[in-house]
Structures are given as C-alpha cells and as structure tokens.
C-alpha cells in the first residue's frame, strides 16, 4: 500500500512539476513578448514605483533621455535633462533642443504610475513653418495688393515730373534725378507684381533671335549711356516653347542688373547657343564681379546688395526658367558675372 501511495504522489508530483514547467514557459514567453512590444513602440516608456524612481524602461528612453536611468528618481531625471524655462502646451524642452511630449497614468492600487514621452520636435517645426509661410503668405497678399494700389499715383508723378519746366541746367538735375527714383520706384511695384502674381507658361513658339531683339529694344533708354549692349545668337532659326512675354521679362531684368553691377561703364553682352538639347540664353557682363559668399543667395527671394533694389529681379527669373522646364544658374569672377537661363529646345526647330 504504501508503495502505491508513493507511485501515486510521484506521478502527481510529475504532472504538477510539467504543469508549472510549461507555465513559466508561457510565463517567459509573455514576458518577451512585452518587452519587445515596450521595445517597438514609438516614444519612451518609464515605469516609477510609488517612491518615483525608475524600476522599468525602454530602449528609445535612454535615446532621449540618456544613461543612467534605473533607480534615478524622475525628479532628478527632469533637473538633469530638462530645461525649466522653455516649455509650453504641455511639451518639455530638452537641453540638447528637442521637444518631447509626455503622457502619465498611475498604476492600480498606487503602486507608481507609467511614463510615456514621444519625440514632437519634427512636428513642432513643421507647424512652425506653416505657420511661418501662412504669415509669408498673408504678406505678400498684402504687398501685392499694397504695390497695385501705387501703381496709379506714381504713374502720375512720373508724368508731373515729365512736365516740369527743365530750362534751368539745376533744374534739369533735380528733375532727373527725381525721374531716376520714381523709375527705381516703378520696377519696384513691378517685380512686387510678377513676383507674387507667380511666373505664367504657355505653349506658343518663341524664336529666340526674335526674343533677344526684342528684350534690347524694351531695355533701350532704360540703361546708362555710357553702358555697351551687343546680342549674339548662334543660329537665327532657334526656338523654344513657352511665354514671350515672361522670357522677354527676364531677360530685360538681367540686362538692366548688369548695367546696375557698376558706378562704371558697363559692357554687357546678350548670348544664345544650343547644348545638350537646350538653349542657353546668358547676359555676360565685365562688372567687378559678385563675391563669392553671395553667388549661391542671388536667387533668394529679397536678397539684394544694392540700396535700391527689391532682391525680387532675379528671383523672377529662376522662377520663369522653373515654369518653363529649365533652370537659371550664375557664375562671377573679377572679370565679370554671367547670368544663364537653360530652357528646353524646340525640337521642331533646326540646330545645326
């Protein structure tokens, strides 16, 4: 008998030891798979016993809050990595810049509470961009309108100042130096306009020798006297596809930055030539050159290194040259500046 009770506790024995063998097998696995869920989450998750200190992490805690971090109370965590004087909507700033934000829940029966942190400093530069191009944009509504709206009255000074008797040699000074700055004024308001107005397209065919006589003939009276401008074009028969109008314009604004890149006389040089499959109109001029820390920045909106002038010209131009499926690209030296827009060819048109 007593050998039967113990086969019989043995093999009970045996079935509890198996039972209990495969719950913490089961016990083991659920704590993997736990652990990489906290793992694969996207923000930081803190455990904090009742006292505050860190008794649990993840990995993406120490990529944001750095080591150590087990055992720290959170209090001593937040004097360490966080800055006490720049948050705001409810987000932390970190030392190193990044803006974290930060949800906690207490634990049942208060035994501590769950942290967890996600990194919004990405989110937080896009809104401040879009709120930062919402106030541009507001801007240049508002400067555009403001630039139409001159339009008229200063049409009206310049014809006044035509009128003025010059039979004085003074005079004549006066009124032409008060011409020159409402002509200043005006291609002001016009490249306030095209700017915000955008660069159009459209599909007609523009020959490019036409073009270039016509742009000298709309700059004509417009440069200085004492300025030179000579056109040379490749071959007579070229043409691209696009707006005659708004090529015509750009071209005028680079010849008139040329005459403008010197107190001295300027010799500027209009050329056209077919490579690789495009036309390159450029306007070379024998200026003293742009300095090399502002060659890359010519193209910005409003940047400008003449007193008078908008920083608006010749970010038409890139603007245009993008409309039309080309770029514009800038060169200088001591010797002079060569401004270039690279627009498709037609390719109806003959290139030989």
């Not at 030891?17 to 016990?27: E, N, P, V």
């Not at 499926?325 to 200088?332: F, K, P, R, Y």
Request: net charge negative; charged share 25%; hydrophobic share 40%.
């Amino acid at each position: 008998d007593l050998e039967h009770k113990v086969n019989a506790l043995t093999r009970k024995l045996n079935t509890e030891q198996s039972a209990r063998q495969r719950h913490l097998k089961q016990s083991a696995a659920l704590s993997r798979r736990l652990n990489q869920l906290l793992e694969s989450l996207p923000g930081a998750i803190i455990v904090l016993n009742s006292d505050g200190r860190v008794i649990h992490h993840n990995s993406e805690a120490h990529e944001l809050l750095g080591r150590p971090l087990l055992d720290l109370r959170w209090s001593d965590i937040v004097r360490r990595e966080i800055r006490d004087d720049e948050n705001a909507d409810g987000n932390l700033k970190l030392k190193d810049g990044r803006w974290l934000n930060m949800a906690r829940r207490a634990l049942d029966g208060d035994e501590g509470e769950v942290l967890l942190l996600s990194d919004v400093s990405e989110s937080r530069q896009k809104a401040e961009v879009r709120e930062r191009n919402q106030r541009l944009s507001a801007i240049g509504e508002m400067t555009a309108e403001f630039a139409h709206q001159v339009r008229t009255p200063l049409a009206s000074a310049m014809l006044y100042a035509a009128q003025i008797d010059v039979s004085e040699p003074a005079q004549q000074r006066i009124v032409a130096k008060i011409s020159e700055r409402l002509c200043d004024l005006g291609r002001m308001v016009d490249d306030m306009l095209q700017f915000a107005g955008g660069p159009k397209s459209t599909s007609e065919q523009v020959n490019v020798h036409t073009l270039i006589a016509s742009a000298i003939q709309a700059v004509e009276g417009q440069i200085r006297p004492e300025s030179t401008l000579t056109f040379h074009v490749a071959n007579r028969d070229t043409c691209i596809i696009g707006n005659e109008d708004a090529l015509r314009g750009a071209l005028v604004n680079l010849i008139k930055n040329s005459d403008q890149a010197s107190h001295h006389a300027v010799r500027i040089v209009v050329n056209a030539g077919v490579s690789d499959g495009k036309v390159q109109l450029s306007v070379n001029d024998d200026a003293d050159g742009i300095p090399d820390e502002f060659v890359d920045r010519i193209f910005e909106p409003f940047f400008t290194t003449r007193p008078q002038g908008t920083g608006l010209g010749l970010s038409v131009v890139r603007a245009v040259a993008a409309a039309h499926g080309g770029d514009a690209e800038c060169t200088s030296s001591s010797l002079g500046t060569t401004v270039s827009i690279n627009l498709p060819i037609f390719e109806g048109a003959n290139d030989d």
